[in-house]
């Protein structure tokens, strides 16, 4: 299982890549592979702020439909609209190509209370 060491992590299975001010969003390669074959991502909040912990979409699989929460306060900033038509791309390439949301940071303190690599894989070990 693949868990970079450079991003920090949600027990809901998001992962978060801080850029200065700004963070890059996905879910983990853990959760891709729970899901199965992605089929549909929604992200109906650009442009919106939204508190840690608040939905920012959905992601479907063939078999369910799942929430994603924000791992951190902030305005989203884009959606990796390349996912509309090719959302299979999660599944491939979760920590690259398949990132899901860019974000504003609104309160940089809450970078400090994500899982780090360890902390993570110790989660979905558990």
Do not use: C
Not at 11 to 25: L, T
Not at 31 to 47: N, P, R
Request: glycine share 8%.
């Amino acid at each position: 299982m693949n868990i970079p060491e450079n991003l920090k992590y949600t027990k809901d299975h998001e992962w978060v890549r801080v850029e200065g001010d700004d963070a890059v969003i996905g879910i983990t390669e853990f959760a891709s592979k729970e899901l199965g074959d992605i089929v549909f991502i929604e992200v109906e909040t650009e442009g919106e702020s939204l508190g840690k912990e608040e939905a920012f979409g959905t992601i479907e699989a063939v078999k369910t439909v799942s929430d994603m929460f924000m791992p951190v306060s902030g305005e989203v900033l884009e959606f990796n609209e390349a996912l509309e038509s090719t959302p299979e791309t999660v599944n491939e390439d979760p920590y690259g190509d398949g990132w899901i949301i860019k974000l504003k940071i609104s309160n940089p303190d809450e970078i400090e209370d994500l899982l780090t690599a360890d902390q993570y894989k110790e989660l979905i070990e558990a």
